[in-house]
C-alpha cells in the first residue's frame, strides 16, 4: 500500500514546513496551555513535582537481573519511572512557563542520555520479542545500539522535550539539547536508517507483530520533530512507510489482531499513530484512512468489546485493557466509524487522569490534553453478532447473553494452546472466562512458555484427551470454521497432537432463545477418558446436574463426574481483571471409543 504510494507521489513535497507542521503549541504559546482546565494543570503541575524530588538510579545490576533471575521488574521499573517522570517535568514546565520546572527537565534529560542504550534489558539484543540475551552479551554495547519498542519511544519523548522547551534549554547552555540530538542520532536514527536487519523492520522476517507500528509512530514523531534537512527527513519517513507494509501484509483483511485488544492499543492504535502525523505534517494531503484494510483494523476493538470496559482476552490480552481513548474516537473519526467514535468517546470519559494510561508514549497524553473527545451521549453499542472470519473469532449478544469463541491456530502471535475456546459474559460481567495475561518474566517468550498456567490448554474452556493437551504451532488449528447466524462449527482434530488419539472432534455452538448449547462429538482411535475443563469467574453450586454462578446455569449430563478447584489470582496483572480466584470446574466422562456431550448455558 505505502509503496505503491510513494512509487506515484512526492511525499517531500506534500510536507508543510516545519514551522506550519506544529502538532502541539510550543511552551511560548501561552494562550493555549492556560486554556487547559484548571484541574488538568494541576494535574501537570504536581506531575512535575514529583520529577523535583529526582530520578530513581538505572543500574548495570538491575538490567543483569534479567539473565540471571529471569526479573524483568526489577530494571522495567526504575526505567519507566525516569521516563513519567520527565514527561511530567516538561508539561509542568509548559504549563508554568516560568522555568520553575526546568532544572527537572534537564536532569532528566541527562540522566537518560548517559544511560548506555534505551532498550529494556528483556530485549537486548533480540531477534524477537523477550528472548532471553545470550549469556556473554548480558549489558547492551554502545557501539552496536539496538532499536526496541521503548528506545523508540525514548527518543519520540526526548524529541518532545526539545521541541517544546529547546529556547529554554539553550539559555542555560546549548551544550543540553545538543547532547539530546546526539544520542538520539546514534542510538536511534543512524541505526533506522542503514540496519536492515532488525527482525520488526520486515526484511529478513516476515512475522512481524506490534512491534512494527509502534517503533515505527515513535521514529516517525522523532523525524518530523527533529530533522531538519527535508531530503533527509522525506527518506526517512519512506523507509518508515516502507518497512509499515510489512505489518500490513501480516493482517487479515478483516482486520483482527490475534494479540487482542492490549495489543490492538499500542498495533492497530500505533498504525494510527504512524497514519495520524503524516497526515498533520502533510496538512491532510497525504492520507490513508479509506483504505478498507485500515479501516477495518480500526474497527477491531468495537467488535471486541462486550461493555463495562471488558474485551475479548483472547492471548496475551488482558480482559480489561487500558485502551486509549482518544485515539479510539480519532480512529473513528476518520474512517467515519460511529461505532468506534461512540466507544472512544465513551472509554476517554472514563479516563480520570492525563498521564500515561499504558507505557509513557508521549504523544498519547498529548493528544489527550488537546484533542479530547467530546462527552458521550450514550454508551457504546455492543454489536449483536461480530465476525472475524480470517482470524476465525466470533460473537454473538443476546439481551445481555455475550458468546465469543475462537478457532484459529497455536502459532499466532503472543498464542495460548485455545483452539476453540471461549468466554461468556452476562450483562457486562465475565462469567466463563479467559484468565488472559500475567506479569511478564524470562518464561514468558521462551521454550518454557507453555509451562506457565494461563497459556496451557488445560486452563482454558477445551477438553483434555487422556489428560493430553492441545501443543503450540500454527500447524496445530482449527478446520472447516462455519459460522452462521446462529451457530458456530469446527473441527478440533488438528488442534491435539498425534498421541491424543482423535480421529475427529466437531464442536457446535448453538445460540439461540436465550441460551447457548455446546456439542462436542469426539471420536477416537482407542477408548480413553475426557476432562472438560470450564473456567469461571464465580464459585458455582451444584443442584442435581445444573451448576449455578453469577447470573448463569449450565446444564450437564448427570454421568460426568465432576471436580471443582479454586484458582487464588497471585499475578499482579491478572489481578487488575479478576481480582480475587478464579474456579477451575471440569467434568470428566469415563474411557470411550467416542463420545458426545450437550451443555447449555442460559440465565440462571
Sequence with gaps: MFAQYLEAHDLGAALLAKEARRPFPLSAERKRWNELPEAVRKELLLWGDEAKNGYPMVTACQFLAFTRTGDRQIFEEPYFKRRRLLMGAVLAECVAGDGSYLDAVIDGLWCICEETSWVLSAHNGSSHPGARPAKEHPLPEKQNPYIDLFAAQTSATLSYALYFLDRQLNAVTPLIARRVRQEIEQLILIPFMIRDDFWWMGMIRKDVNNWTPWILSNVIDTLLLLVDDPVQLTDGLKRALRMLDAYLAVMPADGGCDEGCSYWNMAGASLLDCL?????????????YDEPLIQAIGAFPAKAYIGNGYYWNFADCDARPMMDGQRLYCYGQRTHNPALTALGAYTAAQCSTVRPIDTPQMNRVLFRLFQMP???????????????????????????????????????????????????????????????????????????RYTLWNTRTRNHNLPLINGIEQQAGAEHRAKDVQAQEHCLSMELCDAYPAEAGLTSFQRRFVIEDGRITLSDCISLTEPKPITWVWMLRSKPECHQNEWFFGKLKLTVSPSLSAELEEIPVEDARMSQNFPGSLWRLSFTAPAALSQKQNYMITRS
Design 276 to 288: 495520524e502525523s503524516i497526515y498533520l505534517a502533510t496538512g491532510g494531503k497525504v492520507s490513508f
Design 374 to 448: 467530546p462527552q458521550p451521549q450514550t454508551k457504546p453499542v455492543i454489536p449483536a453478532h461480530a465476525s472475524l472470519p480470517a482470524l476465525q473469532v466470533f460473537s454473538w449478544n443476546q439481551n445481555g447473553l455475550y458468546i465469543a469463541v475462537k478457532g484459529g491456530h497455536n502459532g499466532e502471535s503472543h498464542n495460548h494452546n485455545d483452539v476453540g475456546s471461549f468466554l461468556v459474559y452476562a450483562d457486562g460481567q465475565p462469567e466463563i472466562v479467559d484468565a488472559g495475561n500475567m506479569v511478564y518474566t524470562a518464561k514468558t517468550f521462551s521454550d518454557q
